[in-house]
C-alpha cells in the first residue's frame, strides 16, 4: 500500500458541520471512507491556519486516493489536496537508476 499525505480546509459550511458533529465524528467519518476503500487512517490531526486538517493513510492504490479526492472536493464543503508520501528505500531506489536526460542548452 502507498501512503498519501491529506490537507483539507473547511469552507464556512463544512465548518459549521465540524462545529455540529465534532472533531471526533469527523475522524471517525474519515476512517470510515479510507478502510471502506481497503486502507488504514495512520493519523488525524486538526490544525489551524491555511490548512484546518492534516491526515497520512495507507491506501491500496492511486485510484483510491483520487476517489477519495474527488468525493471530499465535490461536496463543495472541503477542499482538499493529497500528495503522495515518498519512502527513503523508493528514492534510494531512483537514485540508482540511469537515466538518459540532457538540459537545455548543454
Known amino acids: 500500500m502507498a501512503k498519501y499525505l491529506i490537507k483539507a480546509s473547511y469552507t464556512a459550511e463544512g465548518t459549521k458541520g465540524l462545529v455540529k458533529e465534532g472533531g471526533s465524528g469527523r475522524r471517525a467519518t474519515v476512517q470510515k471512507m479510507v478502510e471502506g476503500l481497503g486502507g488504514k487512517l495512520e493519523t488525524f490531526y486538526f490544525t489551524y491556519g491555511e490548512t484546518d486538517v492534516v491526515l ?39 537514485c540508482k537508476k540511469s537515466v538518459g536526460y540532457r538540459a537545455p542548452g548543454s
Request: charged share 15%.
Open 56 to 94: 497520512i493513510c495507507d491506501l491500496p492504490d492511486a485510484a483510491s486516493a483520487i476517489a477519495i479526492s474527488l468525493t471530499v472536493n465535490a461536496t463543495g464543503a472541503v477542499h482538499a489536496s493529497t500528495t503522495p508520501l515518498i519512502s527513503v528505500e523508493d528514492v534510494d531506489a531512483a
